[in-house]
């Protein structure tokens, strides 16, 4: 077997390549154009493309193709080959720094939300020489912006880029006022935990619900899921453990730094976490994690199943989006060191996120919202749907303390006793964890448990950075014009907690008594998408984003429309499926087992005198009762999805998906599921949530 530290990374043109395969001089403006931004000139790409060939042609690459992020929320690709017709009728192996630096695809056919009409088709994609090129299925892979013929960012990349762009100025400016002159750059790190369920494919492939949408419409509780917690850093069965091996040998290749897997807490459920890397980079590879999750399943017979809530009943999936701010000479902004309450340093960036969270805590809650999600916000495994921070004991106590302008007299380490003497000791955190919070200090980093698994990271990434560039924005105004720093910054470290301490809740989020308090402090309790949208336009936030060069506002409407009109469509398939697969498949069913039953107590009524047995008799009265309840609900979903088309404005019938169409889905699907109780399994026309769940053996 090849080792780990020649297979890592050999399917990347990295630093490493290039610094072997370019010369010295291209190979400097390589590096100055990922560490400042100068852009490389036409020589220097034509140099870079042809290396970049002809490494990929060494590794069994045939064709190229510009990787890039629409906003469909998946990564889009066009392959072009690299032969090129010669005059006696061969080829030759081309590969133009023209076609690595630009692409051309078509801008129209991705969402836009209303930035490309049909017939205006052009869009360009442009090489992001600070993520490296790679190789994946013999196509070298180069990752890209997208854009329109006009300019504006029709991708997730490029905002991602504005905002880090953002942060970096802001933070430097601040960094200037401690003395640290020496640091040139500020990188957000960023470390984002996937979770996934594992289906097989025998049974996948007989679920309509879950071809089409992705999770389950219906399904009746089995008579075990996760009450036991067995399933939880449970022992990985042979057939997970095979396809984790072959996923981390194919995420290894491309460069991608997975760390951890172990079982979560639904039966089928795991997770993937890597090592911190770079913001951008953290996106691409997140992307290029969940694609190839779904590749290496397939061999292995499996699905992989990416929704937020594939199954009802059991945990949903999230994707935890850890980041944390660091600089070019190797310090960590968030790090607290020994004795936080001294660290002024630290004090100020943890205050810039504090503020940022509690000015923008709107935005960070439509940078998490989905169809998809809402099923999971707010339930017993995901945070609520309020925004809220946690800081643990011991920086909480130094922020009350210095709120009151006391002094905080510190928090000692204690010694952990387990109570068995050969077991070593060792010393306790100073605070412990808090999983119900949606945004929470992890020791040097944030952890923002609210996004879903199936999202792409670069829109919660995109607020972040952009929110905190905002207060660090404000306190470098501030201080840069200051007469006395250590005193003026006290006093705006003390100004910032007394005004923003509200966001702050190191209580358990699940508890019914945390939204009354969250009420209190004036705190949003944005419960689903088309509650949250109307805030994306707010003026604060248009002006956020504007000010900072992140977004224009009218890529700012674009993506309020398109996240609209994604919430309808994806409500609108569903409600279809449901519709499809009750009529066709399960009312039908139902019926013909009822008949069957009747023909059973006719039979058992010819032969004796006694009455009919109480079974039948039951059985048919209470299935046919549901069975006509359950048809009744499907002309009331269908008679909701036809009053869409009298809806006119994209709020307004995203709030009638939400109202009407939705509600009609839950009440045919109880039921339903009702049914599926009743109803003998080989009969059932779908596979049941047990054999979902406890397919993978």
């Known amino acids: 077997m090849?080792?780990?530290?020649?297979?890592?990374?050999?399917?990347?043109?990295?630093?490493?390549?290039?610094?072997?395969?370019?010369?010295?001089?291209?190979?400097?403006?390589?590096?100055?154009?990922?560490?400042?931004?100068?852009?490389?000139?036409?020589?220097?790409?034509?140099?870079?493309?042809?290396?970049?060939?002809?490494?990929?042609?060494?590794?069994?690459?045939?064709?190229?193709?510009?990787?890039?992020?629409?906003?469909?929320?998946?990564?889009?690709?066009?392959?072009?080959s690299f032969i090129a017709p010669t005059d006696n009728g061969q080829v030759i192996m081309e590969f133009s720094g023209k076609e690595l630096v630009r692409g051309e695809p078509d801008a129209s056919s991705f969402p836009s939300g209303g930035l490309r009409a049909t017939f205006e088709a052009r869009g360009y994609t442009a090489w992001d020489p600070t993520s490296y090129a790679f190789i994946k299925d013999n196509v070298l892979c180069i990752p890209t912006a997208f854009c329109s013929y006009g300019g504006e960012a029709l991708d997730k990349k490029t905002p991602l880029l504005r905002s880090m762009e953002a942060l970096n100025r802001q933070t430097l400016r601040v960094l200037k006022l401690f003395g640290h002159t020496d640091v040139t750059s500020v990188h957000t790190t960023v470390g984002p935990e996937q979770e996934y369920f594992l289906i097989d494919k025998h049974v996948y492939d007989?679920?309509?619900?879950?071809?089409?949408?992705?999770?389950?419409?219906?399904?009746?509780?089995?008579?075990?899921?996760?009450?036991?917690?067995?399933?939880?850093?449970?022992?990985?069965?042979?057939?997970?453990?095979?396809?984790?091996?072959?996923?981390?040998?194919?995420?290894?290749?491309?460069?991608?730094?997975?760390?951890?897997?172990?079982?979560?807490?639904?039966?089928?459920?795991?997770?993937?976490?890597?090592v911190f890397t770079d913001g951008n980079i953290a996106a691409d590879h997140n992307q290029l994690t969940m694609e190839t999750m779904q590749k290496v399943a397939a061999r292995h017979g499996m699905v992989c199943l990416l929704h937020e809530k594939p199954f009802a009943g059991v945990n949903g999936s999230g994707k935890h989006n850890n980041w944390s701010l660091s600089t070019d000479t190797g310090m960590n902004l968030l790090e607290p060191g020994d004795t936080p309450a001294d660290n002024a340093?630290?004090?100020?960036?943890?205050?810039?996120?504090?503020?940022?969270?509690?000015?923008?805590?709107?935005?960070?809650?439509?940078?998490?919202s989905s169809a998809a999600n809402d099923h999971r916000l707010g339930a017993n495994e995901a945070p609520p749907a309020i925004v809220s921070m946690f800081v643990g004991t011991e920086l909480n106590e130094i922020l009350e303390a210095i709120e009151s302008e006391t002094n905080y007299n510190g928090r000692e380490k204690e010694l952990l006793k387990i109570g068995v003497h050969a077991l070593p000791r060792f010393a306790r955190d100073t605070t412990d964890r808090n999983r119900t919070s949606p945004f929470a200090f992890t020791g040097n980093k944030f952890e923002f448990r609210m996004p879903g698994s199936s999202a792409s990271i670069s829109g919660v990434n995109v607020v972040l950075n952009t929110a905190v560039a905002e207060s660090l924005r404000q306190f470098a105004d501030e201080l840069e014009n200051s007469k006395d720093f250590e005193g003026d910054l006290q006093a705006l470290i003390r100004r910032v907690i007394r005004a923003h301490k509200r966001i702050i809740f190191n209580g358990n989020g699940y508890d019914d008594a945390w939204v009354t308090e969250a009420e209190r402090r004036g705190l949003l309790n944005l419960r689903t998408t088309p509650e949250c949208l109307p805030y994306y336009l707010a003026d604060k936030n248009v002006e956020l984003f504007t000010r900072h060069r992140v977004y224009t506002r009218t890529e700012m409407e674009a993506r309020y429309e398109i996240h609209l009109e994604n919430y309808c469509k994806v409500l609108n398939i569903e409600a279809l499926t449901m519709l499809d697969m009750a009529r066709r498949n399960i009312l039908p069913a139902v019926s013909r087992y009822i008949h069957e039953l009747s023909d059973t107590a006719l039979a058992v009524q010819s032969l004796t005198t006694s009455a009919v047995c109480a079974f039948e008799q039951e059985q048919i009265a209470e299935m046919s009762g549901l069975l006509s309840d359950a048809f009744r609900k499907t002309k009331t979903l269908d008679a909701a999805l036809f009053g869409t088309k009298s809806v006119t404005g994209s709020q307004a019938l995203a709030n009638y998906y939400r109202d009407r169409v939705f509600t009609a889905m839950a009440e045919l699907r109880i039921s339903v599921d009702q049914l599926e109780t009743m109803t003998p399994a080989d009969v059932w026309p779908f596979p049941s949530y047990g054999d979902l769940l406890f397919s993978v053996k």
Request: hydrophobic letters at 40%; charged letters at 25%; a neutral charge.
């Open 206 to 274: 007989q679920r309509k619900d879950l071809i089409y949408t992705g999770r389950t419409l219906f399904g009746a509780k089995p008579p075990k899921g996760q009450e036991l917690d067995d399933h939880y850093f449970g022992s990985i069965k042979p057939r997970v453990a095979a396809f984790m091996r072959d996923l981390n040998t194919e995420l290894w290749k491309v460069g991608v730094l997975a760390k951890t897997e172990h079982n979560e807490v639904a039966p089928a459920q795991h997770e993937l976490a890597p």
């Open 345 to 368: 340093q630290f004090l100020l960036f943890l205050c810039a996120v504090i503020q940022a969270v509690d000015d923008y805590q709107d935005m960070l809650r439509i940078s998490v």
């Open 2 to 80: 090849e080792k780990i530290s020649e297979l890592f990374g050999s399917m990347v043109f990295s630093d490493a390549v290039m610094k072997e395969r370019l010369p010295k001089e291209t190979y400097k403006q390589v590096r100055s154009a990922i560490q400042t931004g100068k852009r490389l000139d036409d020589e220097a790409a034509r140099i870079v493309a042809n290396a970049m060939k002809d490494w990929a042609i060494e590794k069994g690459a045939t064709h190229f193709t510009h990787w890039f992020q629409p906003m469909t929320g998946i990564t889009a690709e066009k392959h072009d």
